[in-house]
């Protein structure tokens, strides 16, 4: 068996605001969808992100006097990768500073492109609506968690995994401020899935739930 591909380090941003329009939506998140030309998931929703690139290692070391001191260079690449997508997929510039982080997951190792990317929760700025940009991202939107999936269950919005998993784990929060205090409490630690079963049986299970081990 050759060796699974190694993970492209990645920083996604799940953006939230304060109930935007509708005073019955404490919490809503940004989705961007991707371009149904793309190569890799075209047309799915997700939230803004993409590969670390050597462009992001140069920016974070001009601004390392911008970042917390405790923060390692490794760390500080992500959160420039991170807010530099925001603004190309989405048109919103926000600081990397703002940014807190939420989660870590790997691509599992059976899957052909891998990424290894940081989750990072942060609010957005007032008066900043979404403008994607006609190449990467052609639409954008901003959704109560619980109606993203909704809608993926309807066939409405196309989701992956991993956008699943982040939507589900935010349906706990009645509004934006409440998860954002709830970051200090989760500190990030590695999440690699795993693909079992075989042909139409195939599905993906997370640490801890059955069949994982048995991989």
Same mark, same amino acid.
């Given at each position: 068996?050759?060796?699974?591909?190694?993970?492209?380090? /990645?920083?996604?941003?799940?953006?939230?605001?304060?109930?935007?329009?509708?005073?019955?939506? /404490?919490?809503?998140?940004?989705?961007?969808?991707?371009?149904?030309?793309?190569?890799?998931?075209?047309?799915? *929703?997700?939230?803004?992100?993409?590969?670390?690139?050597? =462009? =992001?290692?140069?920016?974070?070391? @001009?601004?390392?006097?911008?970042?917390?001191?405790?923060?390692?260079?490794?760390?500080?690449?992500?959160?420039?990768?991170?807010?530099?997508?925001?603004?190309?997929? /989405?048109?919103?510039?926000?600081?990397?500073?703002?940014?807190?982080? *939420?989660?870590? *997951?790997?691509?599992?190792?059976?899957? !052909?492109?891998?990424?290894?990317?940081?989750?990072?929760?942060?609010?957005? !700025?007032?008066?900043?609506?979404?403008?994607?940009?006609?190449?990467?991202?052609?639409?954008?939107? *901003?959704?109560? !968690?619980?109606? @993203?999936?909704?809608?993926?269950?309807?066939?409405?919005?196309?989701?992956?995994?991993?956008?699943?998993?982040?939507? +589900?784990?935010?349906?706990?929060?009645?509004?934006?401020? =409440?998860?954002?205090?709830?970051? @200090?409490?989760?500190? !990030?630690?590695?999440?690699?899935?795993?693909?079992?079963?075989?042909?139409? /049986?195939?599905?993906?299970?997370?640490?801890? +739930?059955?069949?994982?081990?048995?991989?």
């Amino acid at each position: 068996m050759p060796d699974p591909p190694t993970p492209r380090p /990645a920083a996604t941003v799940i953006l939230l605001r304060r109930g935007g329009k509708h005073a019955d939506r /404490a919490l809503e998140v940004l989705l961007v969808q991707r371009n149904l030309e793309a190569r890799f998931m075209p047309g799915v *929703w997700v939230f803004p992100g993409g590969a670390v690139g050597d =462009d =992001d290692t140069a920016a974070a070391q @001009a601004a390392h006097e911008d970042f917390a001191a405790e923060l390692d260079e490794d760390e500080r690449v992500h959160r420039t990768c991170a807010v530099r997508e925001l603004e190309e997929e /989405a048109g919103i510039a926000l600081p990397a500073s703002e940014l807190m982080p *939420w989660s870590r *997951w790997i691509t599992p190792e059976e899957v !052909p492109i891998r990424f290894d990317t940081r989750f990072y929760l942060a609010l957005a !700025p007032a008066h900043s609506p979404p403008k994607p940009d006609g190449a990467e991202t052609v639409d954008a939107r *901003w959704v109560e !968690p619980g109606d @993203a999936l909704e809608g993926h269950r309807s066939g409405e919005l196309e989701l992956v995994f991993p956008t699943i998993k982040h939507l +589900e784990s935010l349906l706990p929060y009645s509004n934006a401020e =409440d998860a954002l205090a709830a970051v @200090a409490a989760l500190p !990030p630690t590695p999440v690699l899935p795993r693909v079992v079963g075989e042909g139409d /049986a195939r599905r993906i299970v997370l640490p801890g +739930e059955a069949g994982y081990e048995d991989h």
